[in-house]
């Protein structure tokens, strides 16, 4: 009898989650309606030197697929995978926030990615065609970080809409709004990060450039987009 109350109080919790998350869906523009389940992105992900030397580079994917942490913060689940240090696989679940204002995305950001938490979401204004926001700012409260130096602490950032720019996928030029966002304090304890992402209207966020303290890069590319 205990179990079945359980269950009943357990369905009472969840459901106001369920229509929340569907009354977002359902007000955002069918033309952004980009991450939908079993569709999985490929990227090429390739890490620069300062000295413009390729130093890594491996296949990272993206799955629209079932994950609890974005179950309980009401996204839409999305799953990387990817090589870790000694080259074994890894899966790091997070998710796609798509309201009628905007699009957020949350980039992988462990393993050989960790400095990418360092960083806010890439996000954009919709609709794009009338976006009049040239600059905004965000911070973000860090909790827990494999920074150490930044935990309990607050990360502040500077989001630059650049224009557009036409961006090789395939066999087509496709046309991409770009975007800078740049870290501006606790510069001292970790040093600058900043980055550059492109969005597609068709095919979601395709390019993420992510500069380090050192010089060096990281340039994460969309190769193919597959639909199961």
Request: charge should be negative; glycine fraction near 4%; hydrophobic fraction near 35%.
């Amino acid at each position: 009898m205990r179990d079945i109350f359980f269950k009943i109080g357990v369905l009472i919790f969840l459901m106001p989650l369920f229509m929340s998350f569907s009354s977002c869906n359902s007000q955002t523009d069918n033309r952004y309606d980009i991450y939908n389940k079993g569709k999985k992105w490929e990227y090429n992900c390739k890490f620069y030197s300062s000295n413009q030397q390729v130093t890594d580079s491996f296949i990272m994917t993206m799955e629209v697929k079932s994950n609890f942490a974005a179950f309980i913060s009401q996204q839409i689940p999305i799953v990387y995978e990817y090589p870790d240090e000694n080259g074994e696989m890894i899966k790091d679940g997070t998710g796609v926030v798509v309201d009628e204002s905007y699009i957020s995305i949350h980039q992988p950001r462990i393993g050989k990615l960790t400095f990418a938490s360092i960083l806010p979401m890439p996000s954009i204004h919709l609709p794009l065609e009338s976006e009049n926001v040239v600059e905004s700012y965000t911070e973000t409260k860090i909790t827990k970080s494999p920074f150490k130096e930044l935990e309990g602490k607050t990360v502040k950032y500077k989001i630059t809409s650049i224009g557009t720019d036409s961006l090789s996928f395939k066999d087509d030029m496709i046309k991409c709004y770009i975007y800078e966002a740049k870290q501006l304090n606790m510069i001292e304890e970790v040093g600058e990060y900043s980055m550059h992402y492109w969005f597609n209207e068709d095919y979601g966020f395709v390019r993420y450039l992510f500069f380090k303290p050192d010089e060096s890069w990281v340039d994460i590319k969309l190769r193919d987009i597959i639909n199961n």
